[in-house]
């Protein structure tokens, strides 16, 4: 599940975004307070949160769409507020919604996308056909864009943001309400994308995806930065190795965990105990405690997530 | 970014303009029919059917036909039908539920090329349909060339005045049907106190001193003058109408949309 990547570029170079206690307020509302982070060259960077946390706010203002309330963002070495069309001819970027052209066929929107960088319609189209074929769309290119499916559609808006060859993509969710055949093949997209070397910035709030496309991520909540690090090493920090679940547990058994003052989470009806070695702690509950079922897994990046933004719902 | 760094508006609009034509290109045949058959139906129904109750009419001190009369101010609502509709209802379906704008933004082009784009593109409209019309129109002798001509260049001033207007709407309206306020309250009354069907000075004092606040009023007489070769100090006035129209909501309308966009 965790793939660790070796990328030689990671961490050295100047940062590709470079991005300093950046702030966001919509009148009273403050959306993103006081965010700090930097990309560097090859690295695939996310920022994992959940609904209303400021994910899309903090990204919005790094591709040069909404201005900054306050901080600093260099993108390329360049300041944002003063270079903001020459960064956007270098980035390509998927939002969140599915902004395909519908009056257009789907090799028309690219060919007319390619129009606002002013590349020259001999290379757009080449340029056009090529990325069709990279997202598995050449079959359907006369096609009208709104008649692809959701999966087919995400290919074109992302097959879109390529065309201008960017040194950096940034993704706005780029998977969220994906069939899972459609997600794994997006995910495939861009990991080719990464190993050519492509720097990636991108928000989700499925950890399988951040776990599995990110070098580095933070969490953010609030608008604000909770924790920042590579994933393996948020999982080991934050709940250890394995997780152990009992549903309905029994009062022995809280009492047992807290004279031994493990690390757990008591949700009523179902009890989460992070450990760093579990096998023994597993043998010892199973055989004395597991009334309504019980069983031990790896920690994932989700436990970390919930841990840290709690488990109440948003919106 | 403040407002001001995105003003700055460079060719690159015409990237707007060249994928509304692209997508205009896939329905030419259709697009063309309304400016072709409209201007026919009314001849049909005011030249045919009312003219043989209305005679003749006094215009500049000669007497011309109803159908003569009337005619060019077809060209001239035409002319600002085809931008206002499209600044307003096409630009504003673009925005809100295409996100085709939002898309734009996020490439090298900035929110006012994809305005001044879209506006010229709602101009262009204009000019097409106006040049259809006089084709038609010209069939039947009703218009005087070359002074007719200049409606072309004139329909692309029209066309930025009422595009822009139509754009200040898109720019301030929560919704889409909330489009029926500017139609009722504006575009209606244009369409038929402007000296359209009738001449203003028809109307009582009060009235006509409405009617020359309204821009249709000026466009349907530059039309009407340039159509029958009559030229006068008004169409002075009323090509400094228009302009100073497209100099004050140009911006306007750049401004109402930003502050729609921009947050």
Redesign the interface.
Known sequence: MMKQKHNALNGSGNPVINARNLRKT?GNLIAVDDVSFQVFPGECFGILGPNGAGKTSTIRMT?????MTGGTLEVFNLD???N???I??RIG?C?Q?N?V????TVQ?NLE??A????MPPPEARTQALNLLKFMALDHRKDARATELSGGMMRRLVLA?ALL?KPDLLILDEPTTGLDPQSRHQVWENLEELQTKGLTILLTTHYMEEASHLCDRLFIMDHGRVLVEGKPLDLIRQHVGRDIIEVVEPSETLRAFMRSWNLKHEDLGHRLIIYVDDGNALYHEISKDHCTGGCIMRMATLEDVFLKLTGRELRE | ??ET?SIHISM?FL??W??NF??YR?TWKISFLPPLLEPLFYLLAFGVGLSVLVGTIDYGGSEISYTSFIAPALLAINIMNNAFYENMYGSFVRMYY???F?????????LAEIITGEIVWGATKSVMAATIMLGVISAFGLIQYPEGLLIVPLAFIGGIAFGSMGMVFTGIVPNIELFNLPIFLFITPMFLFSGTFFPVENLPLWAQNLAVLLPLTHLVNLTRSLSLGVFNTSLLTGIVYLIIMCLVLFPLAIHTMHRRL??
Do not use: H, W
């Open positions: 919509f591709y040069g769409f909404s201005p944002i507020t003063r903001a069309r020459t956007k001819s970027v939002q919604e902004n052209d519908p009056d257009l028309q007319v996308f129009l606002y960088f002013n879109r201008n | 970014m403040k760094a690159r990237r707007v060249q994928r692209t997508v896939q295409q996100k085709t939002d898309a734009m933004m996020a490439t090298p082009l900035s921009i947050k």
